[in-house]
């Protein structure tokens, strides 16, 4: 008879645990999240009454790939066309708290006498709300489709977003083991570059591939390739020094583009519950009751810093975006807690060796708290709201019903400058960021192979010229005067010779970054000939906007892009289930 896996056994145990455990917690109306971790707790190795699970490492292999897939559903659900179409009020409520929360966290992890990196991963972690609990609350009270739950749904997915720059921020901080101005913006370009490069790549090819191939998508498939186009930017993430989170994220957010979205998400689902199960199992298999007692004063004081300044700093935020005062509250009181997030960054920073062990159950505990307080935060909300209403002065009148629709009518919809400068931004960005990709990928691969075969100066000249002219439809998209942009530069120009002044300015700066460009790629192959070098450049780019071939396939190249980007039409829909 073979041997059976001791994963076997274990995988056995967490799953019929944690099957009792959630539907007792089903029945008593209580978050599907908490059962799991109570299950966890009961097969963990700090309590006697069940069996416990043996093989922990695999398990905790299991429970990262849990994390893997639940950021990969996290983004099938993401769109960043409703991102890019929701109004201030999030950003400026999610941005206020965030830092002060981050703030306090780290004040607060100071006092306790914590080091300065775990002090910042628990200002982290203080920041992060549970899209979970919070999506449960809304469903239990019928709150869905009021106004302060899709501020607060807009809250969510921006710390979402957050989170994943802050456990890739967080990383390189940790890996140094200090923090530095210039190092940190460096990560910061970094990750935005990469992010940039794997989304336009992502969303051109992904979605042009599964319409050709559609026929051949059954679901066995479809699941197929999702999760291995999952996992492969999992590892070309890993590969650039960014986390596994952060790369099933972007895949995630990519296929979310695609026509197939709501099948990838449906198809998704029982892996995402299957692994995301193990992992907040796992989450349960680390709270220790001794650590508990032990560490019981920061707990209850993170508690009450949860309860008490996370709904007062959403509610300060939405204030000042301009929502009514109802409104703040409500989304401020539906936001005191922590959740899935806070346990991501933690295990990040404890498998980066940087946050002591007693800080996971301390974070699960003020969890576990401060979700069984949620449910009341929201249905008191109102009451407080009375309550200040009738201390409020009249005077501040304005502060109770919001100036977000008095300000709204104030933006002067003619302002051509503003409909300029977001015409043009987003595509010269992205082209930059395109043409310098492949100078670096050219730099990796083209120079080696060309200079083998042509070891004289002439392998360098060939190596210069097929990089230029593999750049040279983005440097023709930098330059060239849109379609869409020429009546605003007429109307402009008209306007005032200030305008005329500026417009030569704007035109001017997209000159100068493709000849930086070409620069970039021509100096350090030629370094004592930068005179001659600027001339060739500005040759080359004349060459470049005056070629009447670029046109046609810019304007293909950015409709299948368009195209791609907009074409999941039920996505939208889907998501608001």
């Known amino acids: 008879m073979t041997h059976l896996p001791i994963l076997v056994h274990d995988l056995v145990l967490i799953l019929i ?7 007792l917690f089903k029945w008593l109306k209580q978050p599907v999240v908490l059962g799991y971790i109570v299950a966890g707790f009961l097969v963990g190795p700090h309590m006697n009454l069940l069996p416990t699970v043996v093989d922990t490492e695999s398990v905790r292999t299991w429970s990262e790939i849990g994390i893997i897939f639940l950021l990969f559903a996290l983004g099938l659900e993401f769109r960043y066309r409703k991102l890019l179409e929701v109004g201030s009020s999030a950003f400026i409520a999610t941005i206020i708290n965030m830092v002060l929360m981050i703030s306090i966290g780290y004040l607060t992890g100071y006092l306790f006498g914590w080091t300065g990196i775990e002090s910042l991963f628990l200002g982290g972690m203080l920041s992060m709300a549970s899209t979970t609990i919070i999506i449960k609350a809304f469903t239990d009270m019928n709150k869905q489709n009021q106004r302060f739950s899709n501020i607060v749904f807009t809250i969510l997915i921006i710390e979402d977003i957050a989170a994943i720059l802050m456990m890739v921020l967080f990383s390189t901080i940790a890996a140094t083991r200090s923090f530095e101005g210039i190092q940190f913006v460096e990560s910061l370009l970094r990750l935005i570059f990469f992010i940039v490069i794997w989304f336009v790549v992502g969303i051109y090819i992904i979605p042009t591939t599964f319409k050709r191939i559609k026929k051949y998508l059954n679901d066995e498939t479809l699941i197929i390739v999702s999760v291995g186009l999952c996992l492969g930017m999992v590892i070309i993430a890993h590969a650039v020094g960014f986390s596994a989170a952060l790369g099933a994220f972007i895949m995630g957010s990519i296929l979310a583009e695609t026509a197939e979205a709501k099948r990838i998400e449906h198809l998704m689902r029982p892996l995402k519950n299957l692994f995301g199960a193990v992992f907040f199992v796992s989450v349960g298999m680390m709270i220790a009751p001794n650590l508990i007692a ?47 997030f806070s346990f991501i960054i933690a295990t990040t920073g404890m498998q980066l060796g940087v946050i002591s062990d007693f800080i996971y159950p301390v974070i699960v505990s003020v969890s576990v708290i401060t979700t069984f307080t949620t449910p009341y935060g929201i249905r008191y909300s109102e ?20 100036h977000a629709a008095n300000r709204q009518k104030k933006i002067n919809v003619s302002n051509d400058w503003g409909k300029l400068m977001k015409i043009l931004f987003v595509p010269i960005f992205i082209y930059f960021m395109l043409a310098i990709a492949i100078i670096i990928l050219s730099r990796m691969y083209l120079l080696p192979l060309i200079t083998d075969q042509i070891p004289t100066a002439w392998g360098i000249i060939a190596f ?69 070098l600027i001339i060739v450049s500005i040759i080359v780019l004349v060459l470049i906007a005056i070629n009447p071939r670029y046109e046609p396939h810019m304007k293909k190249l950015e409709n299948q892009f368009l195209g791609n980007l907009n074409n999941n039409n039920g996505s939208d829909e889907h998501n608001s289930e």
Request: charged share 10%; glycine share 6%.
């Open 17 to 23: 645990t944690a099957g009792v455990v959630v539907i």
């Open 294 to 340: 032990e560490h019981i004063i920061p707990i209850l004081i993170l508690t009450v810093i949860i309860l008490v300044f996370r709904p007062l700093f959403i509610s300060l935020g939405a204030l000042a975006s301009g929502e009514s005062l109802k409104v703040a509250i409500q989304a401020g009181f539906s936001l005191a807690q922590i959740g899935e």
């Open 383 to 402: 009451t407080v709201y009375n309550k200040l209403v009738k201390i409020i002065p009249t005077k501040w009148n304005r502060l109770i019903t919001g």
């Open 464 to 532: 210069a010229a097929i990089t230029v002219l593999l750049m040279s439809p983005f440097l023709y998209g930098i330059i060239r005067i849109r379609s869409s942009t020429s009546f605003l530069y007429i109307r402009l120009m008209k306007k005032s010779n200030h305008n005329r002044i500026a417009l030569l300015l704007l035109n001017m700066i997209r000159t100068v970054l493709c000849m930086a460009l070409i620069l970039y790629v021509l100096i350090p192959l030629f370094p004592h000939i930068n005179g001659i």
